[in-house]
């Protein structure tokens, strides 16, 4: 049953299908996106177009759109997040302080204290969960959950609620993190903090993203904004010029993929985009000649316990540095080294395994799925241009396509 919100909603969406029918006809005949929003990983000009689609009643968005709010309503309920909140002290005695934990070391067997822990690849040691990682990636889902509900629904509570969430974990004195990753992926007995720790922050490009999609709300002020870009400018230092970002700067797998998409979309937030196309313009290019074979295998990620997992997970960083480098006049979609090197070639290399038609031929700890890949396939169909890379996205989703977020997010232009 429909809820008094949920259901002047769907009158409103009626009612407002027959007015910019009208609007049109008297009018250019053309529908208006609205204002573009900044956005860096998504493309702000599809997704004001796929908005104004909804808000005329388009039916095409109407399974993504309930299931979108309905997810927004289960996120008004969680929350606020902080970093404060864990029950462990980091080495500096600073609660704010990020901390998190190997999630593939184990206590060692062959010790009474169980020090110093021992790597098992693959394997999720459960204390790994009890850190801050776990808290951020929860933060993080449901900030993007409520944006881009209220993006898409212009319903103000959503925008209220992630305001509430940003500014626990960014702004608030009281529950702040501090803009530094020195005691990511700890590993006892060992270390206090590594620099694959910053892959747990991989996805804050998605996070300001969101942030971006409420800027036309009053709950998300100027005071806030700049706020928030302060943070991120003491971020950005941060990972630039401490020991364990440059370290991951110089990683040649996922680590470093991931790092420079949120280096590069940080320092784009920021508004600096000078930073943003040095790393492109140099580490990007040199990622793909040292990370992507000319047949388009990934042996890095191959080497791993969970390849087809890995192949996935660093393709979508690739496809996620091509996005920025856009917004810089790089454009890595279309790059290709002398003997074939290319995003595009590693995309292709997965889809005769992903979509059956040959068997995966590497070990894996898990039996491959390759649901993973949706995203990735649903991005590059948009950017290529490529209908079976769509096909493959509906068969891989199943019955869950058409109301997965990225019909609004990603949508395919008719």
Same mark, same amino acid.
């Given at each position: ?146 944006? @881009? ?5 212009? =319903?103000?509570?959503? $925008?209220? *609620? /992630?305001?509430?969430?940003?500014? %626990? !974990? &960014? ?65 950005? @230092? ?5 020991? =364990?970002?440059?370290? $991951?700067? *110089? /990683?040649?797998?996922?680590?470093? %993929? !991931? &790092? ?155």
């Amino acid at each position: 049953m429909l809820d008094r919100y949920h259901l002047c909603f769907v009158l409103l969406v009626c009612l407002t299908t027959g007015a910019v029918a009208r609007a049109q006809s008297s009018a250019s005949g053309s529908q208006t996106a609205g204002p573009t929003p900044r956005v860096f990983l998504l493309d702000g000009t599809a997704i004001a177009e796929a908005r104004a689609a909804v808000m005329s009643g388009d039916k095409r968005f109407l399974p993504a759109v309930q299931q979108l709010r309905s997810e927004a309503d289960a996120a008004m309920n969680q929350g606020p997040f902080s970093v404060v909140s864990k029950p462990q002290t980091p080495p500096s005695g600073d609660k704010h302080d990020y901390m998190s934990q190997g999630p593939y070391w184990w206590p060692n067997p062959d010790t009474d204290d169980g020090l110093p822990y021992v790597n098992r690849d693959g394997q999720v040691n459960p204390e790994s969960r009890e850190f801050d990682n776990g808290t951020k990636g929860r933060m993080e889902a449901a900030v993007k959950t409520l944006a @881009q509900a209220y993006y898409f629904t212009d =319903h103000p509570p959503y $925008a209220e *609620r /992630a305001a509430l969430l940003l500014r %626990t !974990w &960014f702004l608030d004195p009281a529950t702040r993190m501090n803009p530094h990753l020195e005691f990511g992926q700890r590993i006892p007995g060992r270390t206090t903090g590594r620099s694959t720790g910053t892959i747990e922050m991989r996805t804050l490009p998605e996070l300001l993203d969101a942030v971006g999609l409420l800027a036309e709300s009053k709950a998300w002020t100027a005071t806030d904004q700049e706020a928030l870009t302060v943070w991120f400018r003491e971020y950005l @230092q941060w990972l630039v010029e401490s020991s =364990h970002g440059k370290s $991951a700067a *110089r /990683a040649r797998n996922n680590i470093g %993929t !991931w &790092f420079d998409v949120q280096t590069v979309g940080v320092a784009l937030f920021v508004g600096r985009d000078e930073i943003a196309r040095d790393i492109l313009q140099t580490r990007g290019l040199q990622r793909i000649a040292a990370q992507i074979e000319p047949d388009g295998r990934q042996p890095r990620e191959l080497a791993r316990t969970r390849p087809s997992g890995y192949s996935s997970m660093n393709l979508r960083a690739f496809l996620s540095l091509a996005r920025l480098g856009d917004h810089v006049e790089v454009d890595l979609w279309n790059h290709r080294t002398d003997d074939g090197r290319s995003i595009r070639a590693a995309l292709d290399y997965l889809v005769p395994y992903a979509d059956g038609s040959q068997p995966w031929p590497h070990k894996d700890m898990h039996r491959p799925t390759w649901t993973a890949l949706v995203p990735a396939l649903r991005i590059a169909a948009h950017q290529y241009q490529h209908p079976p890379y769509e096909e493959l996205a509906k068969q891989l989703a199943g019955d869950r396509f058409t109301q997965d977020r990225m019909q609004l997010l990603h949508p395919m232009r008719e």
